[in-house]
């Protein structure tokens, strides 16, 4: 792929996101775009964010570190969207502005701790096992309210909503409940708490259904880098 491919990719992907809302009666500014780029090298990245992509996404914090290190001094947010050990908060930290996947008390407790020895607050988001699949992390359904409660105390931590990763399917319409689920959740926690407001769900083959269905950030690997 040359930069021009992923600078066109990024275009289209840019539209599809306007014409999902246009379909919804949304606001696209209301939907922030996150460049998926595990496996991607630095030198990729670069002409993606140059074409305006605001925000990167990292699945593994080793990796992420060495590029922002080679990215340093660019204009972009960098999100953490992997599975962390606890003894992965501090490099999660060091390399990411938001962590998307707190999946454990345990997690959230060791974030918060070290958040308040660096004197900042960090924006997560509680990821939300939305298709009760073993094989993935996140919080269950039943569970939400009460991990919400004992995400509280933790002054360091800004909880703004909820991440998922529903079930695969070749088709996106089959994604749909499950989106549909997560907007539920939402509505119902903010209800309570005004500050969780945004959902992080849709991927490359359906962030156009998520969109529809309410989401406020898409992750999108693929349809912007290619294949991995
Ligand atoms: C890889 C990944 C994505 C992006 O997937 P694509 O299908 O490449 O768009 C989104 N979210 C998470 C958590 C991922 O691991």
Redesign the pocket.
């Known amino acids: 792929m040359t930069d021009c491919d992923v600078a066109q990719n990024l275009a289209g992907v840019r539209r599809r996101i306007e014409a999902a809302c246009e379909r919804a009666r949304r606001d696209p500014a209301l939907v922030k775009l996150v460049g998926?780029t595990?496996t991607v090298p630095a030198e990729r990245i670069k002409p993606a964010i140059e074409a305006g992509l605001e925000i990167i996404?990292e699945?593994y914090m080793q990796e992420a570190k060495s590029k922002r290190d080679a990215l340093a001094g660019l204009p972009v947010l960098w999100h953490c969207?992997?599975h962390l050990q606890a003894n992965k908060a501090k490099i999660a930290l060091e390399c990411c502005d938001w962590i998307e996947s707190v999946d454990s008390v345990g997690l959230a407790a060791e974030l918060n701790r070290r958040a308040g020895l660096s004197g900042r607050k960090v924006p997560v988001l509680i990821q939300v096992n939305i298709g009760s699949e073993e094989t993935k992390n996140g919080i269950g359904e039943s569970e939400l309210t009460s991990f919400v409660e004992s995400c509280r105390g933790f002054e360091r931590l800004e909880l703004r909503g909820l991440m998922a990763?529903p079930p695969f399917f070749d088709q996106p319409e089959r994604v749909r409940p499950f989106f549909r689920r997560m907007r539920e959740l939402l509505d119902q926690l903010r209800a309570r708490d005004e500050n969780l407001c945004e959902l992080s769900m849709g991927?490359?083959?359906d962030f156009e259904v998520a969109i529809e269905e309410g989401a406020t950030i898409v992750?999108?690997?693929?349809?912007i880098f290619g294949h991995?």
């Open positions: 998926v595990k996404g699945n969207i992997g990763l991927m490359s083959g992750r999108v690997g693929t349809a991995r």
